[in-house]
């Protein structure tokens, strides 16, 4: 069964760090795109980040730029969203979402078009508050 599952969300403190993690069944990760997205209560749901299937390159939104990184670890089959200094406005249900093309992903980043987009993760919730 080819599946995505995210992990590690929870609350925090604003300032505070949380390591998110997307792994992988069924197929092997390191040949996908992989992006980030996340829906705050209300609000559309947005890109955050996005690794490229080829290169490793990675894009972050304007948002979370400074303070998020995308990496992956092949061995672990899993691709995390390190993420830093955290806002209350980055409160929110983090999701991760796989496709082989580069393409894809990148239109659902710039453009919110989430078609194309082969696997879905079922989400991790994030609550940045004191």
């Known amino acids: 069964q080819v599946q995505l599952v995210e992990s590690g969300g929870g609350l925090v403190q604003p300032g505070g760090s949380l390591r998110l993690s997307c792994a992988a069944s069924?197929?092997?990760?390191?040949?996908?795109?992989i992006g980030w997205f996340r829906q705050a209560p209300g609000k559309e749901r947005e890109g955050v980040s996005c690794?490229?299937?080829?290169?490793?390159?990675?894009y972050y939104a304007d948002s979370v730029k400074g303070r998020f990184t995308m990496f992956r670890d092949n061995a672990k089959n899993t691709v995390y969203l390190q993420m830093s200094n955290l806002k209350p406005e980055d409160t929110a249900n983090y999701y991760c979402?796989?496709?082989?093309?580069?393409?894809?992903?990148?239109?659902?980043?710039?453009?919110?078009?989430?078609?194309?987009?082969?696997?879905w993760g079922q989400g991790t919730l994030v609550t940045v508050s004191s």
């Open positions: 979402a796989a496709d082989d093309s580069d393409i894809n992903v990148i239109t659902a980043i710039h453009d919110k078009d989430y078609r194309y987009l082969e696997v």
């Open positions: 069924g197929f092997t990760l390191d040949s996908y795109a």
């Open positions: 690794i490229s299937s080829s290169d490793g390159s990675t």
